[in-house]
């Protein structure tokens, strides 16, 4: 009787079971596939930089890495003129390594230079 009801029978099922077998594999519903363009999109599009470490070679001295003296430079600014490393805009550091020094320029500014040693 329930055959009759749902109009399904058992050469109904049969046929069903041909049909999906002939397709293949199941096809994914299309917002899955959106969402997987979408995932590799974002993730070609965020590459990773790299930070290469510098390194001064002196004769008598220790090697010294280029992100030191920029850190010693930026210090000796704000000592010198009373202000804050946020207020750092632009920064030039001239390096002389016959004396043992580095020269700098903050925000393009007469009044940014220095001298830090080495």
């Not at 994914?28 to 070609?44: H, Q, Y």
């Not at 290469?52 to 000796?76: H, Y």
Request: proline content about 4%.
């Amino acid at each position: 009787m329930t055959e009759k009801k749902t109009g399904i029978t058992e050469n109904t099922v049969v046929e069903t079971e041909k049909k999906t077998k002939k397709a293949g594999r199941p096809r994914k519903p299309a917002a899955e596939k959106k969402t997987a363009v979408r995932k590799s999109t974002a993730a070609k599009a965020e590459p990773k930089m790299m930070h290469p470490e510098v390194f001064l070679q002196l004769n008598d001295r220790e090697d010294i890495q280029t992100r030191d003296i920029v850190a010693a430079v930026k210090k000796d600014w704000c000592e010198k003129n009373g202000r804050e490393e946020k207020d750092i805009e632009s920064l030039q550091v001239y390096v002389k390594p016959f004396e043992y020094a580095a020269y700098y320029v903050v925000n393009g500014d007469v009044d940014g230079t220095g001298k830090v040693e080495l």
